[in-house]
Nanobody, 121 residues
Protein backbone atom coordinates (compact mmCIF):
# COMPACT_ATOMS: atom_id res chain seq x y z
CA UNK A 1 0.00 0.00 0.00
CA UNK A 2 1.24 3.47 -0.89
CA UNK A 3 0.24 6.71 0.79
CA UNK A 4 0.93 10.32 -0.10
CA UNK A 5 0.47 12.71 2.79
CA UNK A 6 0.53 16.49 2.31
CA UNK A 7 1.17 19.08 4.98
CA UNK A 8 1.89 22.78 5.29
CA UNK A 9 -1.32 24.40 4.11
CA UNK A 10 -3.07 27.17 5.96
CA UNK A 11 -4.29 30.74 5.95
CA UNK A 12 -1.90 33.48 4.87
CA UNK A 13 -2.21 37.12 3.85
CA UNK A 14 -1.57 38.21 0.30
CA UNK A 15 2.15 38.61 -0.28
CA UNK A 16 2.98 35.93 2.26
CA UNK A 17 4.64 32.54 1.89
CA UNK A 18 3.87 28.91 2.61
CA UNK A 19 5.80 25.68 2.13
CA UNK A 20 3.91 22.52 1.28
CA UNK A 21 5.34 19.04 1.76
CA UNK A 22 4.18 15.69 0.42
CA UNK A 23 5.73 12.44 1.60
CA UNK A 24 5.20 9.13 -0.18
CA UNK A 25 5.42 6.01 1.95
CA UNK A 26 4.75 2.31 1.67
CA UNK A 27 6.01 -0.43 -0.59
CA UNK A 28 7.82 1.87 -3.04
CA UNK A 29 10.42 0.61 -5.46
CA UNK A 30 11.12 3.89 -7.24
CA UNK A 31 9.50 7.28 -7.73
CA UNK A 32 9.51 8.99 -11.09
CA UNK A 33 7.76 12.31 -11.69
CA UNK A 34 6.14 14.16 -8.81
CA UNK A 35 3.77 17.07 -9.14
CA UNK A 36 1.52 19.55 -7.41
CA UNK A 37 -2.00 20.28 -8.62
CA UNK A 38 -4.60 22.62 -7.21
CA UNK A 39 -8.36 22.85 -7.36
CA UNK A 40 -10.36 25.91 -6.46
CA UNK A 41 -14.12 25.75 -5.75
CA UNK A 42 -16.08 25.46 -8.98
CA UNK A 43 -12.95 25.13 -11.11
CA UNK A 44 -11.15 22.27 -12.79
CA UNK A 45 -8.06 20.73 -11.25
CA UNK A 46 -4.99 22.59 -12.50
CA UNK A 47 -1.39 21.44 -12.84
CA UNK A 48 0.85 23.79 -10.85
CA UNK A 49 4.34 22.31 -11.12
CA UNK A 50 6.17 19.09 -11.85
CA UNK A 51 9.62 17.71 -11.09
CA UNK A 52 11.34 14.67 -12.54
CA UNK A 53 13.54 12.28 -10.58
CA UNK A 54 16.50 14.08 -12.14
CA UNK A 55 15.31 17.47 -10.97
CA UNK A 56 13.89 18.97 -14.17
CA UNK A 57 10.98 21.25 -13.41
CA UNK A 58 7.91 22.71 -15.07
CA UNK A 59 5.63 25.51 -13.85
CA UNK A 60 2.33 26.79 -15.06
CA UNK A 61 2.63 30.38 -16.19
CA UNK A 62 0.63 31.88 -13.32
CA UNK A 63 3.12 30.71 -10.68
CA UNK A 64 6.44 31.18 -12.49
CA UNK A 65 8.84 33.25 -10.43
CA UNK A 66 6.73 32.82 -7.27
CA UNK A 67 6.63 29.05 -6.63
CA UNK A 68 9.51 26.59 -6.44
CA UNK A 69 9.12 22.82 -6.58
CA UNK A 70 11.85 20.59 -5.16
CA UNK A 71 12.24 17.04 -3.92
CA UNK A 72 14.26 14.85 -1.60
CA UNK A 73 14.63 11.52 -3.35
CA UNK A 74 15.98 9.80 -0.24
CA UNK A 75 12.78 10.71 1.59
CA UNK A 76 10.38 10.31 -1.37
CA UNK A 77 9.18 13.80 -0.57
CA UNK A 78 8.23 16.71 -2.80
CA UNK A 79 7.98 20.32 -1.67
CA UNK A 80 6.31 23.43 -3.00
CA UNK A 81 7.67 26.75 -1.75
CA UNK A 82 5.07 29.41 -2.46
CA UNK A 83 5.93 33.09 -2.20
CA UNK A 84 4.18 36.35 -3.09
CA UNK A 85 0.89 34.56 -2.66
CA UNK A 86 -2.24 36.04 -4.20
CA UNK A 87 -5.92 35.50 -3.36
CA UNK A 88 -6.29 33.66 -6.67
CA UNK A 89 -3.85 31.02 -5.36
CA UNK A 90 -6.53 29.92 -2.89
CA UNK A 91 -7.30 26.24 -3.53
CA UNK A 92 -6.86 22.71 -2.29
CA UNK A 93 -3.35 21.66 -3.25
CA UNK A 94 -2.82 17.99 -4.08
CA UNK A 95 0.39 16.11 -4.72
CA UNK A 96 0.79 13.39 -7.29
CA UNK A 97 3.50 10.80 -7.81
CA UNK A 98 4.24 8.28 -10.52
CA UNK A 99 5.93 5.32 -8.91
CA UNK A 100 6.55 1.61 -9.07
CA UNK A 101 6.07 -0.77 -6.18
CA UNK A 102 8.14 -3.76 -5.12
CA UNK A 103 7.29 -6.81 -7.17
CA UNK A 104 6.21 -4.78 -10.20
CA UNK A 105 7.79 -2.70 -12.94
CA UNK A 106 4.50 -0.93 -13.74
CA UNK A 107 4.25 2.78 -13.06
CA UNK A 108 1.10 3.82 -11.25
CA UNK A 109 -0.13 7.26 -10.26
CA UNK A 110 -1.00 8.05 -6.67
CA UNK A 111 -2.64 11.13 -5.16
CA UNK A 112 -2.54 12.73 -1.76
CA UNK A 113 -5.68 13.84 0.06
CA UNK A 114 -5.00 17.55 -0.42
CA UNK A 115 -4.19 20.48 1.82
CA UNK A 116 -6.11 23.76 1.88
CA UNK A 117 -4.31 26.99 1.07
CA UNK A 118 -6.27 30.19 1.66
CA UNK A 119 -4.85 33.59 0.77
CA UNK A 120 -6.66 36.60 2.20
CA UNK A 121 -6.59 40.00 0.53
Amino acid sequence: QVQLVESGGGLVQAGGSLRLSCAASGSIRSVNDMAWYRQAPGKQRELVATITSGGSTYYTDSVKGRFTISRDNAKNTVYLQMSSLKPEDTAVYLCNAQLSQYGSTWLNTFWGQGTQVTVSS
